[in-house]
């Protein structure tokens, strides 16, 4: 298990009670970032694309006076983890989805105050330009990536032990990749089923070599559906 924390302790939680063996090495640490300054002027909805946003979000003297907006969330864990809005709606998952609820909900001149991470999977400025969409970004958090493989990931897949994993995003698997490669264990990892969120994340997976199997909807119930074949 790749992902942040605390995510990756819940999917090892759900994995041992599904009769897996979890482990879990984080790629990436979300860390937030204090002084970010929220853009000026009216905002007339409010997008959400991670899970770490909406933690992060929920930290900050701001989150008051945003609560009154609509709501757009990536998906519905998101949407979940941003309680307290009075108007949500919920995504396909992706930032694609997103850009599309955005599209078919505000009009013309509408702008947007897009709450996200240092590095994004979307540029829903750029895909809502063509429709006169204007989309400001208030970046909150960033996310650290791994310095190395922890000694018990190593250790395990010495020892054959590591069957799978499952890569949540493009960020976690590039991560994992390249510090496979600095170990000297990417052959290694070419033993594992590598179970992907989407085919965005799977790429630097497949261009190391690796097999992967790609969940037919981006959610870890996508993920877990998987495990079943």
Known sequence: M????????ATAARLVAAGCAALVDPMLTIEPIPDAVLPPGRFDALALTSVNGARALAARRERAALEGLPLHAVGRRTAAAAQGFAEVHVAGGDGVALAGLLRARLPRGARVLHVAGEERAVDLGAA???????????????AVAAGGLAAHTRAALAAGQIDAAFHFSLRTATTLAARAQQAGLASAFAGVQHLCFSRNVAAPLQAAGWPTRIADTPTEEGLFALLDR
């Open 128 to 142: 809502l330009a063509g429709d006169g969409i204007e989309v400001e970004l208030f970046v909150i958090y960033r």
């Open 2 to 9: 790749t992902r942040p924390q605390p995510d990756a302790d």
